[in-house]
Each structure stands twice: as C-alpha cells, then as structure tokens.
C-alpha cells in the first residue's frame, strides 16, 4: 500500500518509495511497478501525475483526478508557482547556504536555464576512514529549487563537488561504493518533504509534507543526526 498523506475530491499526494517508477517508461524495461497504476488501484479511481520524481528520488508525488485540475496543477508548476523543498544527504562539509546559478543542457541539446537554493541543516565527521582520510565527512541540506529541470538537484550537487550520496549517474562512484559496502545502502539519499501551492479549485493554500523513510532514517542515525 501506499502512503497517502493528503486526498481530497481533486487531488491526491503519496510519498513515493525511493526506487518506484511513476509510470511506465522505456528506459526502465525491469520495473513491474509504477505508482500510477498502484496508486489507481489503491484508490479505484483515475489518477494523474502533475509533476514527476526521478524513480530514486523519494517523497511527495501529487496526482489530480479530474483532467482540468491535472492541466491547472500542471500550469502552476510550469510557472514557478509552487514551492519545492528537498532534504538530501551530500559528500563533504557543504557552504551553510548557497544559490546555485547554473544553466543545464536537456536531452536534446538545448541549455535551460536553472536555480536552486539549499541551506545546510547538519554536518557529521563518521570515524569511519576513507581513502586516504581517517574520517568521513557528510551533510544534510535542505535545497529549494526554482525551476524543474531533468535531474536538476542531482546536477547542481555535483557541479559545487557536494554530489548526492547514492546518485550513480551523476554523483560519485566511490562514496557510492563505499556506502554499499559499509553500510550496504544503495538508496539515493534525495527526498521530496514539501510542496506549498495554491489549490486549483478551492484557492485554498495547501502545505504538504512527507516524512523521511526508512533508509534515509537509518543513514540519519548513522550520523547521528536523530
């Protein structure tokens, strides 16, 4: 089952387990689930996607019902007018805030201009050596990014050399590495934990929120940030 939390007549919000697919791709030939037809069959009814989540990335997905509040949610998101927040757990001491100005190319070669914002919540030195240092150093930032580009937090990260932990395509290969082997996780440490936007139909301000799964919280404990 999946975790809803929030639903009412024209929209409906999961947090997304790390690792689910929001539907069915090409690019993804092994997966034989997907939080639409699983969210469809939870709630017996059509759902929508009206924003997307990479497939590693965990937390709030919102679905509409209804076609015309699916295209209403899908304008508010194109136009930069619901807010996003992000926690993420990143290689090294990261700045305690930072505005991230940097522009991305898409799949089909053209460059988008791209925004984010992050401020560091914590910062842990494990006694765990690695490489050539005697400790490991980590942080858990919250990032808020302005536009929605393709892998956009997973990018920026790596650009400032504070790459996502568990991120193989963009981050790096031997924290990665180290994290299966230490402590035998290979989730991607990204987490959507709130969406603030205006409700198509009622006007109504709305603030979601999706708590931290299970991985996420054990990698948490291990630095003893909970």
């Known amino acids: 089952m999946l975790e809803i939390v929030y639903q009412d007549e024209h929209l409906i919000a999961i947090n997304k387990p ?3 697919l929001v539907h069915r791709s090409v690019i993804a ?3 034989k689930e997907f939080a639409l037809q699983l969210l469809r069959d939870q709630v017996n009814r059509r759902v929508s996607p009206v924003h997307r989540l990479d497939r590693k990335t965990g937390g ?3 679905f509409a019902f209804e076609k015309d509040v ?3 949610m899908h304008k508010q998101f194109q136009e930069g007018l619901v807010k996003k927040k992000y926690k993420a757990i990143v290689r090294g001491y990261s700045p305690d805030s930072l505005d ?3 522009a991305l190319t898409n799949d089909n ?4 201009e791209a925004f984010t914002s992050f401020i560091t919540l914590k910062k842990a030195e494990v006694e765990v050596p690695f490489g050539k240092h005697p400790t490991s150093r980590y942080s858990l930032v ?4 302005t536009t929605g580009r393709m892998h956009q937090l997973r990018k920026h990260f790596a650009h400032i050399f ?3 932990i568990g991120d193989r395509k963009h981050g790096c290969n031997k924290q990665n590495r180290f994290f299966k082997e230490e402590w035998e996780m290979t989730t991607m440490l990204l987490h959507a934990s709130e969406l603030l936007f205006t409700h198509p139909v009622t006007n109504e301000q709305i603030h979601l929120t999706a708590p931290l799964q299970d991985e996420f919280n054990r990698i948490m404990k291990l630095m003893n940030w909970l």
């Open 70 to 72: 699916e295209i209403a």
């Open 162 to 164: 504070h790459p996502i």
């Open 18 to 20: 790390h690792g689910l």
């Open 109 to 112: 070669g053209v460059i988008q």
């Open 60 to 62: 709030l997905l919102l």
């Open 142 to 145: 919250e990032a808020s990014p």
């Open 29 to 31: 030939n092994d997966a």
């Open 100 to 102: 991230i100005d940097y």
